[in-house]
């Protein structure tokens, strides 16, 4: 009997949820009784399914995917399998691998694609480690998207109209909701480690415990669905958008990164003398350079790069530093086996298997080009000019230019993310705004 065989038989599943990431990091698939799962066999679902945008739409590209809308088959990833815990009905969701007919890995797919940089990192003997931090928003129910969200009502019938970063009363003004959450989460083997309120109102943070870069991306994969799933269950929404309100700050997705020896399991970012290693220097050096050409990668959205604004708890460049939160990479304190450097740049609305697989490539470039980093910054590098690209259109274009990530990332994917992303760029040109409205209407 099958691992997912046996999985069934011993939380007695009656209906199976298959799914994949999409480029947004939506959940797709299908939804069929247990006795109908063909593991073997896969299932399949249209190559298109990688170009749905997050309006529905699709690009008109032929160059992205086969013109003849054709099939690929999705295999199950048998150590992706857990209950799904807020169903009525005994529910299994398994996460899928994608390939074609003829066995090939659909190389766009979010979760190939970190699965192919984990596998060049193994090619030296290196095991990436990650840690990711998810910050999101709780509000009220928005719908009426011409209305701007607000934060919802606590356990003591009012809103937060302050802010409240790491308040024990705030988190516990959401007791009920939490409780789900970490009822919901143990199930599904998600890994939590600490929870906080962040400074937004109604803002909190998960941190993940560290471990397995592929592992950590199902688990933020997973963790926002459920997120949402217990916020409704209390009458309100969980957002990870990165920017959802205007005079709040953003939500991050920051990735702890350090690499292992695969043989020794040691920490290569220390020398034998437990002091930082070259090859530590040259992966925040990989960090620096290439960042900037893989915004897109971090900053997926129109509305990600709302965030990205001096002086609002976000970075504005790739400066680093050591135990700075102003800078773009930190380097948290930390004994010599557990150094690392802190990807600050990604946001929360970011797909965890894309901005995982683009930072460590980021990083993996400065190591293999033996790349040297600019100084610490020791002020606040909120002062220092901006550098990162400030909308997706730039983002965009700084990615297709970028010759060694489209090696790493493959010019496939990027073809196929780029037309996913300016098709969604293109519809959101044809809303007009409020702020148009209220400074343009009688005044130009």
């Known amino acids: 009997m099958s691992v997912i065989q046996q999985f069934f038989k011993e939380h007695g599943i009656s209906e199976v949820e298959a ?17 109908k799962f063909a593991e073997d066999e896969g299932m399949r679902l249209p190559e298109s399914i990688f170009l749905q945008t997050v309006t529905g739409e699709y690009p008109d590209d032929d160059r992205a995917i086969s013109p003849s809308e054709i099939d690929i088959v999705l295999k199950a ?27 090939r890995p659909v190389t766009m797919a979010p979760r190939y694609l970190l699965q192919h940089v984990l596998e060049l990192y193994a090619q030296h003997g290196w095991e990436p480690v990650v840690a990711p931090e998810l910050e999101f928003f709780l509000v009220e ?6 209305y701007p969200l607000k934060p919802p009502m606590g356990r003591s019938g009012r809103p937060e109209i302050g802010r409240q970063a790491y308040s024990i009363a705030a988190v516990n003004e959401f007791d009920p909701l939490f409780d789900d959450i970490y009822a919901f989460c143990e199930a599904q083997d998600i890994a939590i480690d ?19 870069a592929l592992s ?67 992966h925040i050096a990989g960090l620096q350079k290439y960042l900037p050409a893989a915004m897109s990668l971090f900053a997926p959205n129109v509305n990600s790069y709302r965030r990205i604004t001096r002086h609002h708890s976000a970075p504005i460049n790739t400066q680093w530093g050591y135990d700075n939160r102003t800078a773009g990479l930190r380097v948290p304190v930390s004994n010599p086996a557990n150094r ?52 997706i259109e730039e983002s965009l274009r700084l990615l297709r230019d970028c010759r060694p990530l489209l090696e790493i990332l493959s010019e496939r994917f990027v073809l196929a993310y780029a037309a996913v ?9 044809q809303v007009i705004s409020s702020w148009e409205r209220e400074h343009l209407l009688l005044n130009v």
């Open 216 to 282: 950590l991306a199902d688990q933020v994969f997973l963790f926002k669905r459920t997120a949402r799933e217990a916020a409704l269950r209390h009458k309100m929404y969980a957002t990870f958008m990165a920017k959802p309100m205007a005079r709040e700050p953003g939500s991050a997705m920051h990735i702890h990164q350090s690499i292992v020896d695969r043989r020794t399991g040691k920490n290569i970012f220390s020398d034998a003398e437990g002091k930082p290693s070259s090859l530590f220097f040259s």
């Open 340 to 391: 690392r450097v802190e990807n600050r740049i990604a946001g929360a609305d970011a797909n965890p298997y894309i901005a995982i697989a683009a930072s460590l490539t980021c990083g993996y470039l400065g190591m293999v080009e033996g790349l040297k980093p600019t100084e610490p910054v020791t002020g606040s590098a909120y002062d220092l000019p901006f550098g990162l690209p400030r909308n």
């Open 141 to 146: 129910p928005n719908i009426d998207a011409d």
């Open 77 to 103: 990833d048998p150590s992706t399998i857990r209950v799904v815990p807020w169903t009525a009905e005994p529910t299994a969701q398994v996460i899928h691998d994608s390939f074609y007919s003829d066995g």
């Open 194 to 212: 600490t929870l906080i309120h962040e400074d937004g109102a109604a803002q909190m943070e998960i941190n993940l415990l560290h471990g397995n």
């Open 421 to 429: 992303k300016e098709n969604e760029y293109e519809t959101f040109l």
């Open 19 to 35: 799914i994949i990431p999409d480029m947004a990091g939506v959940p797709r698939g299908k939804i069929m009784p247990a006795a």
